[in-house]
């Protein structure tokens, strides 16, 4: 089992190198066996999904730096409205900045399925959802979150927010607009 898993880190760690080298959409199956000096074959018994399944599971691993990351940046904001605020600001500097993340947005310009975007934003939303749970929990108990919401449905309206926002961008101020429209939907107003 060990092996099994040192081959997948390979094939992930040189897809990594390829996309950052060609860029997502013109990196083939091809190219990530050969950066990782395994067969084309040995890519897709690792990846069943083949080229998919790989750039899902960088962009995972890049999501999961991400929110370890802003776990800790969060847990210093001094209230759940900045913390809320904080968090949609940063994911969208993250996602601008990860042009592997970003092609979720644009499938097209990566050469994605419909069918794996779809799978690869439920996959986003299942991690973020898990990553936020424990501190939603704490927040709607302490009567900062609204009671009747769930984590899974404020995940998807943030991952909606932060889609929308880095489609198109607010000239103006976007921590107003979030303290104004956003975290009214998701916070106890007190």
Not at 53 to 75: K, Q
């Amino acid at each position: 089992m060990p092996q099994v898993i040192e081959i997948r880190e390979r094939i992930v760690n040189a897809a990594e190198g390829c996309f950052a080298r060609y860029g997502v959409g013109k990196t083939t199956v091809e190219d990530i066996a050969a950066a990782a000096g395994l067969s084309r074959a040995t890519v897709y018994r690792s990846f069943a999904g083949g080229r998919d399944e790989v750039i899902l599971t960088v962009i995972l691993r890049d999501l999961r730096r991400f929110l370890d990351h802003l776990a800790g940046r969060l847990s210093r904001e001094p209230s759940v409205p900045d913390a809320i605020v904080e968090g949609v600001i940063d994911a969208v500097a993250f996602v601008r900045g990860e042009p592997r993340v970003a092609a979720l947005l644009t499938p097209e310009a990566a050469g994605h399925t419909q069918a794996a975007v779809v799978g690869a934003a439920e996959n986003v939303l299942d991690l973020c959802a898990d990553y936020v749970r424990p501190h939603f929990e704490i927040a709607q108990r302490e009567g900062l979150l609204r009671a009747d919401i769930t984590v899974e449905g404020a995940v998807e309206f943030l991952f909606r927010i932060i889609s929308s926002m880095i489609v198109m961008p607010r000239e103006d101020e976007p921590r107003e607009f979030l303290r104004t429209y956003v975290v009214p939907a998701l916070a106890e107003s007190k």
